[in-house]
């Protein structure tokens, strides 16, 4: 199973209140980085067999925004081994469910997330992993300790879309011809 897990989009500041936190929705950058992922998965041209996402808010935005941006058909599944308070143990007893599938995505946060890569690959103790909002790892989980293959962060896809879209054409310039008479 490829497993690509992804920490929700910007989603403003933190809410004291632990139960309007959980209501928080994606700001206007937060929109914007699940457009970018979309459009990078989209060049990457994967699909996805299931899309599971934390049951708070921002996570099920980002999750939503992110399939559809990629045609993504199948309902989101929301589940609470992916919430913040989750353990690796559930987390790991989720996956096992989704085995049979080739391309999983999850969204989720910080930092149950970074500590969950860190014991997929094999590393004990503090994780080693910085995922920032919006950040997307890919992980082959056919053996035993997973395999990291790549990493982005919304930095870095802003730059890549920003010189993607500029024209690689120069722009030719009309002189005008003048006469000496």
């Known amino acids: 199973m490829n497993l690509f897990v992804l920490r929700h989009a910007s989603a403003g500041t933190r809410r004291i209140n632990p139960k309007l936190d959980i209501k928080r929705p994606l700001d206007r950058d937060g929109k914007q980085q699940c457009m970018l992922l979309g459009r990078y998965l989209n060049a990457l041209n994967l699909q996805f067999d299931v899309i599971a ?53 999850v969204v989720g946060h910080n ?22 909002k919006a950040g997307m790892a890919r992980l082959d989980c056919t053996q035993k300790p997973a395999t990291m293959y790549w990493m982005v962060e919304p930095r870095l896809l802003r730059s890549v879309y920003a010189s993607a879209t500029k024209s690689a054409r120069r ?11």
Do not use: W
């Open 53 to 105: 996402s934390s049951p708070l808010k921002r996570s099920l935005q980002t999750a939503s925004l992110v399939g559809t941006e990629i045609g993504y058909e199948a309902k989101v599944i929301s589940t609470e081994a992916l919430s913040p308070s989750a353990s690796f143990a559930t987390f790991k007893q989720f996956l096992d469910q989704l085995s049979k599938h080739e391309n999983v995505l």
């Open 171 to 181: 722009k030719i310039t009309s002189r005008r011809k003048t006469s000496k008479k």
């Open 111 to 132: 930092p149950s997330l970074q500590n969950f890569l860190a014991s997929m690959v094999g590393v004990t103790g503090r994780s080693c992993f910085r995922l920032r």
